[in-house]
């Protein structure tokens, strides 16, 4: 395959991008610059060796752009992540990432010192903020010179032809991979282009393409690539996520706002966003007032990188003994059963359940998301909820509200190496009903008649 | 040769092809010397010695940990001898070939972490950590811990923060390697309470050349988050080959005759505390998935 074909086949359909009308634009340049007939040029300033063709210009007659004239002037003893560095004291941005590039690929059309430059640069990339664009990627590979790694004949194939170019590619696209970007066509002929067809970039790039694509959608629960900013939409997002039914309802009981009060002093207000699903109304309408309902939290829930913290309203699981039993219409007909559920795809006789008895944890209320999860504002969450649900003002609330997991992380931090961690929560829950004298660092108990207030409304 | 081994993909890295996570081994640095040994030693932390006591020094005497050994042991034997009147594995015949559902693992009191290993990257120098304990009401299990990602100064690892829990071989009488036969199911169900990260299930088999020692066959598990328990089926025939981490070329479906070991492990590069509730974990027969294997097993040399 004739890659410089392919490559000008692709250029003339515009494939390849800003690079491909850059390389024009330097390729007529050159033409203008030397009176020479035109040579078939790459993306940039490296000339394609040819059977019968020889490097076209000589360095002399290369226009060279006045900013680079001083970053050439030392060039003898400067290391390359000095390029970096030099260049770090203004913005980090990729323009300014693909300036460095461009300084070292004009430097020298054999690109001596390549490698060390592509492992700096690949080092460098989450500082300038470009791990994650596929174009910077495609230009550090052209830092490569062209068709001199690829190996000739067997033998050749046979022995690992150049090992360092090779597992630097290889770096790059592990790079790459790690980072989560699907290369494109452009990284495939540049590959074909510096390292041949049978060569270990080319194999990675393979593995790459087979299994990306199989691995992409497999998330049931997807997150989407950029999450809301406003703290307000993320919380919408992430309780609708944890929600176990689709007709809840999220409803917004406060805007985070800040309020100047009479001291001057500035309160900042945070949000709280709640869900709830009719279901959920219709059991805590049905729960004993006797027994207390529990806010507990916060309970981290991740999306990709962000971790946000939601609080749960629940109550205790009913005892067996005290589980009312729904009386049955007496002319109810058994035959028939009230409420059909076929699944087509298994056979009747079929039992994929399993053995064992499903954990008993009381069932969920409601869920709410805040910024600060201290009492007051949970409190506010009730008072927002008792709105849709009348029985909280007569239904005793407990708080418990772990310490949160910062708290947590110090408390193992000094006993490190344990297996199995003594667990505060599980003794503190147990001696919960009794009123607590000492304050136990993890878990802030209090219980709140909540009657006084329902009367106010 | 390092090269192919480095170009073969890390299967903890195709979890970060979607959701941009973490590598779990360390792997060498670009420039080291290739390791040509035959038989992969298992991985030792830079700067450690290497140890090798001579066979004598290995053997500690211990008088009442050698009765209670005895009973044990003995008692262990005992019931195999008697079980096998009663059927296959201690169960009668017709339930064994007949059952659909077969729950492995439950998490029933303190005795059931001990069929457990949790580790983290605190043994190659990281600074996560691990915890596993029993969740509420000693039903489930509870693993949580906090994830961190700087890797250690060993000039050798690059990247870090991971964390597994993996189960122990199950042993017979006289510490004999006992293992799974699921070759009558074709799912694994489980029942867990995560907080949104994903996790990767890897599934050890016995093999028998020493080089698939470290053999592995693995898939995803996604969690939901949120108070609500969450059922997750995944067909044996979904389970990709991976050794050492890195996903192989030629993929072959899992054996289901010799399970050995079943391991979670979480290695997605955000930083920060995480945890995992598993209620059982089950494998089951289901009749109308029919898939033999989900991924090619022929082109082992595509041409481009």
């Known amino acids: 395959m004739n890659c410089a074909r392919c490559l000008s086949r692709l250029q003339s359909f515009g494939v390849l991008g800003p690079s491909a009308k850059s390389a024009a634009q330097y390729a007529a340049l050159l033409q203008s610059a030397s009176s020479q007939p035109p040579v078939l040029s790459n993306t940039h300033s490296q000339v394609l060796r040819r059977f019968h063709g020889s490097p076209a210009c000589p360095k002399s007659r290369r226009p060279v752009p006045s900013d680079f004239v001083e970053a050439k002037k030392d060039k003898s003893l400067v290391a390359h992540d000095d390029l970096f560095e030099r260049v770090a004291k203004e913005a980090k941005t990729k323009a300014t990432f693909s300036k460095v590039v461009d300084v070292f690929n004009k430097r020298d059309v054999r690109r001596r010192g390549h490698v060390e430059f592509i492992y700096a640069a690949l080092k460098k990339m989450a500082e300038f903020g470009v791990e994650r664009d596929l174009v910077v990627y495609n230009k550090l590979l052209d830092v490569f010179p062209k068709e001199i790694f690829v190996p000739r004949n067997f033998i050749q194939r046979m022995f690992n032809h150049y090992p360092r170019q090779q597992e630097c590619g290889v770096q790059v696209l592990e790079q790459m991979e790690n980072y989560g ?7 495939k002929v540049l590959l074909v282009q510096i390292f041949g067809e049978k060569s270990h970039p080319m194999r990675k790039y393979q593995r790459l393409m087979y299994w990306f694509p199989k691995f992409k959608h497999i998330n049931p629960f997807p997150v989407p690539l950029q999450l809301p900013e406003d703290p ?5 997002l992430s309780l609708t996520r944890i929600a176990g039914d689709r007709d809840a309802k999220v409803t917004v009981y406060q805007m985070p706002c800040t309020d100047i009060t009479e001291t001057g002093e500035e309160i900042t207000l945070p949000h709280i966003v709640g ?36 609080y749960i309203l629940r109550a205790e699981p009913v005892p067996l003994d005290e589980k009312v039993e729904e009386p049955y219409d007496p002319e109810r007909c058994f035959d028939f ?28 209320f409601a869920m ?7 009492q007051a504002t949970l409190n506010q969450w009730i008072s927002g909820l008792q709105q849709a649900n009348p029985v909280l003002g007569r239904v005793p609330t407990l708080f418990r509200l772990d310490a949160g997991p910062r708290e947590l992380q110090r408390a193992a931090d000094t006993e490190p190496g344990r297996g199995h961690r003594p667990d505060p929560e599980t003794d503190a829950r147990a001696g919960e009903e009794e009123p607590r004298c000492e304050p136990e660092p993890d878990i802030v108990v209090e219980e709140e008649p909540r009657r006084s207030q329902g009367m106010k409304h | 040769m390092s090269l192919q081994r480095i170009t073969r993909l890390p299967a903890a890295r195709l979890l970060g092809s979607v959701c941009q996570q973490q590598l779990l081994l360390p792997s060498a640095s670009p420039v080291s010397v290739s390791r040509r040994a035959v038989i992969q030693s298992p991985y030792r932390r830079p700067g450690q010695p290497k140890d090798d006591p001579p066979p004598w020094q290995k053997i500690k005497f211990d008088f009442s940990k050698g009765v209670e050994g005895i009973k044990k042991h003995f008692g262990l034997l005992k019931n195999e001898f008697f079980g096998r009147w009663v059927g296959p594995e201690g169960k009668p015949i017709v339930e064994h070939i007949l059952e659909q559902n077969q729950v492995i693992w439950e998490f029933r009191g303190p005795e059931s972490l001990e069929r457990w290993t949790v580790s983290s990257d605190r043994e190659v120098g990281g600074q996560s950590e691990a915890y596993l304990k029993l969740g509420r009401n000693s039903n489930t299990c509870f693993l949580y811990g906090t994830l961190c990602s700087t890797p250690p100064r060993d000039g050798e690892t690059r990247y870090s923060g991971y964390c597994t829990m993996r189960s122990k071989q199950p042993l017979a009488s006289f510490d004999r390697k006992k293992h799974f036969d699921w070759s009558s199911f074709n799912t694994l169900h489980l029942r867990v309470r995560g907080d949104g990260r994903p996790w990767m299930i890897n599934i050890a088999t016995e093999t028998f050349f020493s080089h698939q020692k470290d053999d592995i066959y693995s898939y995803f598990l996604y969690t939901r988050g949120g108070p609500y328990w969450q059922d997750v089926k995944i067909p044996f025939s979904k389970f990709f080959l991976a050794h050492r981490g890195r996903i192989q070329d030629d993929q072959h479906p899992l054996w289901l005759d010799k399970i050995n070991t079943i391991g979670f492990t979480l290695g997605d590069k955000a930083d920060g505390p995480f945890q995992l509730e598993i209620d059982f974990i089950g494998v089951c027969k289901d009749y ?17």
């Open chain 1, 368 to 374: 709410c998301m805040t910024s600060q999860g201290d």
């Open chain 1, 232 to 236: 307000v939409d993320l919380a919408r």
């Open chain 1, 181 to 187: 970007i699907m290369p494109n066509v452009e990284t």
């Open chain 2, 288 to 304: 109308a998935h029919t898939e033999e294997f989900a991924y090619e097993v022929y082109k082992r040399n595509p041409e481009v």
């Open chain 1, 337 to 364: 059963p009230l409420q059909l559920n076929l699944d087509l795809q298994r056979d009747l006789g079929d039992d994929e359940s399993f053995d064992m008895e499903d954990v008993d944890e009381g069932p969920v």
């Open chain 1, 275 to 310: 869900i709830q699903s009719p279901d959920q109304i219709e059991l805590l309408a049905r729960h004993n007032t006797s027994r207390p309902v529990f806010v507990e939290g916060p309970f981290p829930l991740w999306l990709r990188k962000t971790c946000v913290y939601y």
